[in-house]
């Protein structure tokens, strides 16, 4: 005779959460009913024959790479596509910079030269510095003029010294000439008045 | 010492270009995709159809894959979806095989043996020609299910949400199908001297 609850306990025999007290209850009824048990004993062995596949080894295939290969390259152009998009967003933002920054450059002398802020503060700048050169030039000039009226007033002190005591020289042979002079004619006088 | 990557480092590989790692990914996995392609269409060019397919599905949406559940998990979700479609399709699962009314196979594409592989011995050609004619007795929507939780391990909570089913649906329909496939001690030698 067909048991009534062979469905609800096979049922629940080969859920994944049966708990032990089920388990229990279960194979207890299916020892005493044969009914129950006949069919369990079917159904395992229809799960057993099924986990009896052996695996079939996959053929050899290749398409996968070349899937792989094809939908990277379609990928990869995508986003090289993408990429040229982005480069006017960079340029203008390179230029926003460069304009923000006051950046100039600048071909002088052979030599290329980047300065960044306003130009008119750098006109000043190089003005100022060309002033400091001159004004340096000027100092430098103006200290070697100084050195050399400095020397030629020396040497016109050595040559005046000089004059002066030739002239002093010359003044006391005077004084002596006159001496002479007078004692002669001191002496003359007497004997002659 | 060789460490075999992690699923997801090998999916983050392949995700960035590299034609080892989705390499690798495949070859973990081609075999078990093939074998649920056969078990469930019943052949073997069907089957690598399906395995295409699936890896198709698998490379063009790796980008979605976010590790809420394995790996494989994942890819059994993708190759249960590929596995409907292709049934939807060409009706290759509608199979005509299977027992008759007087439980006699009627012959059919499920009756088919896996003889392509020449690797594979008569004893194990034997127990899958078993199995499929087991399986030829059901509908593709218990096959899925005996699918995913005899082969695949999966849990009765996972193949529910996979075929967006209730739990207890899952299980009756597991249930419905081994009664299905239920070896009657006679029949089961019958069938094993056919």
């Known amino acids: 005779m067909p048991c009534s609850r062979t469905d609800h306990l096979l049922r629940e025999y080969f859920s994944d959460d049966l708990s032990p007290v089920l388990r229990v209850e279960i194979e207890e009824h299916v020892t005493a009913c044969a009914d129950c048990a006949a069919q369990l004993q079917e159904l395992t062995g229809a799960a057993r024959e099924l986990r009896g596949w052996e695996e079939i080894p996959a053929p050899r295939w290749d398409r996968h790479m070349a899937l792989f290969r094809r939908e990277r390259g379609v990928e990869k152009d995508r986003r090289w596509r993408l990429a040229w998009q982005w480069i006017p967003a960079a340029a203008c933002a390179l230029m926003l910079g460069l304009t923000l920054l006051n950046t100039s450059v600048v071909y002088q002398g052979g030599a290329l030269e980047i300065s960044f802020g306003s130009p008119e503060l750098t006109a000043v700048d190089r003005r100022l510095a060309e002033f400091n050169r001159l004004q340096a030039e000027e100092r430098e000039e103006f200290a070697g003029m100084l050195a050399r009226f400095e020397q030629l007033r020396m040497q016109d002190l050595e040559t005046m010294q000089a004059g002066y005591e030739l002239l002093a020289d010359r003044d006391y042979e005077t004084v002596r000439s006159l001496q002479q002079l007078v004692s002669l004619v001191g002496s003359a006088g007497v004997t002659e008045w | ?194």
């Open chain 2, 1 to 194: 010492m060789r460490v075999s990557n992690s699923d997801e480092k090998l999916v983050a590989g392949a995700l960035n270009g590299s034609t080892r790692a989705w390499r690798q990914l495949v070859q973990r996995y081609e075999r078990r995709v093939y074998n649920l392609g056969y078990r469930l269409t019943g052949n073997g060019e069907d089957a690598m159809d399906l395995m295409q397919e699936v890896f198709l599905g698998v490379y063009r949406n790796l980008h979605r894959f976010r590790g809420d559940s394995s790996f494989r998990t994942w890819l059994f979700r993708i190759a249960h979806n590929k596995a409907v479609d292709l049934n939807r399709r060409r009706k290759l699962l509608s199979l005509t095989g299977g027992l008759d009314e007087s439980g006699e196979f009627a012959g059919g594409e499920l009756s088919a043996r896996p003889e392509s592989e020449p690797d594979h011995g008569l004893a194990e050609r034997e127990r899958n020609r078993l199995a499929l004619e087991l399986l030829g007795r059901i509908p593709l929507e218990q096959r899925l299910v005996v699918e995913l939780k005899i082969y695949q391990s999966l849990t009765f909570e996972e193949i529910a949400q996979m075929q967006e089913i209730s739990v207890n649906t899952a299980k009756t329909r597991f249930y419905a199908a081994l009664k299905k496939m239920r070896l009657i001690p006679e029949k089961e030698n019958a069938l094993l001297e056919n």
